[in-house]
Every structure is written in structure tokens, then in C-alpha cells.
């Protein structure tokens, strides 16, 4: 499995893709040197600190190892975090790099480096000249992952608007998050003013000197930005891309619930019992009963209870397939949702 797609994830249309093509790649495999490569360094350089413990000792102490362990599993942490919901924010690369080559640092490069000039003294270069590699693989890593996210969202083209990349548009005291349903921004002209819209309420965006204007049913934001006229195209470009997002998942769901209608309507319980069969629908009503000669000779009132008793387990069936449709149908809804 590819840690990082070579493809952006997430985006169906070609022209996006394709617009965004060197970007992504730039950004790729900075992020991969960044928070792939170096940390699984950082942890060989502690794994190679704890092996040095051992050199001129019949025995390696056990806690010796602990800052090893401590550097590869923060490594392991931040390539799951990565794989999961890290390629979604660019703006989260710096931070959780830099989080978790800090960790290996403090848990395993420096701590293993103090263990192993204490156990192996000898060693003394050796340990310092990895010691100083981890820092820099650190250092590096951080700054790796500043590049990665400037290179995909430096400079924002309209075709940023089409993907799932939170845009950030700084400047004249302002601060404009464009997200993937609602627009935030703080502001400090007159005052800090932190406030949001989500597109759902937004009618229309208009561009004027210094600033863009969204307009609502309740009222409208002014936002002061510094190049007003590719904030509005951007916000237009991605509202528009959420509102394609809306209705494809609203006609999912439509066909979601037909299907369910449908297989709802097929449904059909039976029951057999002493020569006597029947059938009702999934709303419980008798669609069949069959008699067979063996009932003839049954006592009327024998067969009246051995019908009635047909007919209740016939619905108790078309009940457990009904139940188990809606189970299947609302697990389904649950799954998507979570991802």
C-alpha cells in the first residue's frame, strides 16, 4: 500500500488533477522525506544507540532499549497519523512533524545517546556523531514539511478551490479559512472579530476595494482581504464544488433509500406446519395460504390453530428480514459517515 498517493486523493475531476499535478508531486515527496524517511531514520540511528550499549557487556541491560522502542513507535504514530487524515490539512505537516520528531528526540535520541556514552565509553565519537544526526534529521524534517505545504499552497490557484485543502488567505490584519463547508475568519480592524459562515447560508460572494462580502438570508460579512478578487474566486470555486459534493451525496442517498424500498417490498416471510403453508408481505399481510390434502381430515378448530400459528411465524420471519435490511442499511449509513 502507497503511504502517499501519487495522485491528490480525493479529486475525480481530471482538469484539478492535472492543473495540480506538479504541486502535488513537489509536495509529495517533500512530505515523504519529511515524515517518512527521516523519523524511520531517527528511530535506526536510537536502534543503533541501543545496539552500542552491548559493545564490551556480556549482557544488554533491557532499559536500555526503552528509548529506542519510544522513537520508533512515535515514527510509527506519525506515518499512521499521516496515512489516516494527515494528507487532508497541509497546514497540520509542520506541526505533527514537528511533534513527533521533537518526541523521538527527547525519548530516544538524546536519552539513548546519555545511556550509551555511559555504557560504552569507548564509543564516545561514534554515539556524539549520532546523537548530532538524529538533531539534524530533526531539524530537517521540519523544515521539509514547511516546504511541502508551501509548495501546494503557496500562491493559491482557482483549481485549489476543487479539492478537500483547507486555503488560508492572510493579510491586512485578516485571517480567511476557507474549509471544505464554511468560511472563518479573524479580523482586527477595530477590535479582534472572529466569525464564520458556513456555505449552506451563503447566497452570493461579491468582491469591492479591499475586501469580499458574503451575502446571507440573515445579513452579510464583510471581510477585509488583500487581494479581493481571488478570495471571491476561490471561495466561489469551492462553494461550488461543495454544492456538487451535496447533491451527489443527496442522490446517493436517494438510491440508498430506493434500494432499501425495494428490497423492503421483496421481502417475504414463510412458515410450513402440518401440510399447511403461508406467506405474508414485510408489512405482516397474508399474501398465500396452502392447504394440502393432509389437513382434510384435521378437527376444524385443530386447524384453525395450526393456520394462526403458521401466519405468526410467517411474520416473525418477514419481521427478522426487515430488521436485519434496516441494520445493514444503517451500519452502511455509519461507515461512510465515519469516513
Not at 97 to 126: C, D, E, H, K, Y
Amino acid at each position: 500500500m502507497t503511504l502517499i498517493p501519487r495522485a491528490i486523493p480525493a479529486i475525480n475531476d481530471p482538469e484539478v488533477v492535472h492543473a495540480l499535478a506538479a504541486r502535488w508531486r513537489r509536495a509529495r515527496t517533500l512530505l515523504l522525506l519529511s515524515a517518512g524517511v527521516l523519523p524511520v531514520a531517527i528511530g535506526i540511528v536510537c536502534i543503533v544507540l541501543a545496539g552500542m550499549t552491548s559493545a564490551g557487556q556480556q549482557i544488554m541491560p533491557w532499559w536500555s532499549a526503552i528509548p529506542a522502542v519510544a522513537a520508533a513507535a512515535c515514527a510509527c504514530a506519525l506515518l499512521s497519523w499521516l496515512r489516516r487524515n494527515g494528507l487532508s490539512d497541509p497546514h497540520s505537516w509542520l506541526p505533527a512533524t514537528t511533534l513527533m520528531t521533537s518526541a523521538q528526540l527527547v525519548l530516544g535520541v538524546l536519552p539513548g545517546s546519555g545511556i550509551a556514552l555511559r555504557l560504552s565509553p569507548g564509543a564516545a565519537i561514534a554515539v556524539k556523531a549520532l546523537c548530532a544526526a538524529g538533531v539534524l534529521g530533526a531539524g530537517s524534517a521540519s523544515a521539509l514539511a514547511r516546504l511541502a505545504h508551501r509548495s501546494l499552497l503557496s500562491a493559491p490557484v482557482l483549481e485549489l478551490g476543487s479539492t478537500a485543502f483547507p486555503l488560508v488567505l492572510a493579510g491586512d490584519g485578516t485571517r480567511l479559512v476557507i474549509g471544505t463547508d464554511r468560511a472563518d475568519w479573524t479580523t482586527r480592524h477595530g477590535g479582534r472579530v472572529n466569525a464564520g459562515v458556513s456555505f449552506a447560508r451563503v447566497q452570493r460572494v461579491t468582491a469591492h476595494s479591499h475586501a469580499i462580502v458574503l451575502h446571507t438570508a440573515s445579513g452579510s460579512w464583510t471581510v477585509p482581504v488583500s487581494d479581493p478578487l481571488t478570495a471571491q474566486a476561490l471561495l466561489r470555486r469551492r462553494i461550488a464544488w461543495w454544492e456538487e459534493r451535496r447533491d451527489a451525496a443527496a442522490e446517493r442517498e436517494q438510491r440508498r433509500y430506493l434500494d432499501l424500498v425495494q428490497s423492503l417490498a421483496a421481502v417475504s416471510g414463510a412458515a410450513a406446519r402440518g401440510g399447511i403453508s403461508v406467506t405474508v408481505d414485510s408489512n405482516g399481510l397474508t399474501t398465500g395460504i396452502e392447504l394440502s390434502p393432509a389437513v382434510r381430515d384435521l378437527d376444524p378448530q385443530v386447524l384453525s390453530a395450526q393456520l394462526m400459528a403458521c401466519v405468526q411465524k410467517a411474520r416473525a420471519d418477514a419481521r427478522r428480514q426487515v430488521q436485519d435490511l434496516v441494520l445493514a442499511h444503517a451500519d452502511t449509513e455509519m461507515s461512510k459517515a465515519s469516513h
